[in-house]
């Protein structure tokens, strides 16, 4: 099995900064890629930053130059700097990763439970 742990949301007023970290941990074998998810009340899960195995990034129109996604691979983890926070940035964030596991032996998508960011003034 495979764990995704997210952790560094909290309150920071707009404009603000905030670092969000995630770590993969479990029967690991490779991870392919990992990327964050945001959802704010109301609203469909949207598409944050993604990162691959081979490094390469994409972003959502409405974080670019704004948010930096990151990685250390020896730790299965990732990052997502946050800065210029706007209100409408508030929601739970999620993290994904794209694991090839031993247990079980597969390639699947795995989520962690999230972390709220909220940026109000």
């Known amino acids: 099995q495979v764990q995704i742990v997210e952790s560094g949301g909290g309150l920071v007023q707009p404009g603000g900064s905030l670092r969000l970290s995630c770590a993969a941990s479990?029967?690991?074998?490779?991870?392919?890629?990992m990327g964050w998810y945001r959802q704010a009340p109301g609203k469909q899960r949207e598409l944050v930053t993604t990162i691959t195995n081979a490094g390469r990034t994409n972003y959502a129109d409405s974080v670019k130059g704004r948010f930096t996604i990151s990685r250390d691979v020896a730790k299965n983890t990732v990052y997502l700097q946050m800065n210029s926070l706007k209100p409408e940035d508030t929601a739970v964030y999620y993290c994904n990763a794209d694991v090839r596991s031993n247990w079980p032996k597969k390639r699947d998508d795995y989520w962690g439970q999230g972390t709220q960011v909220t940026v109000s003034s």
């Open positions: 479990g029967s690991i074998v490779i991870i392919y890629g």
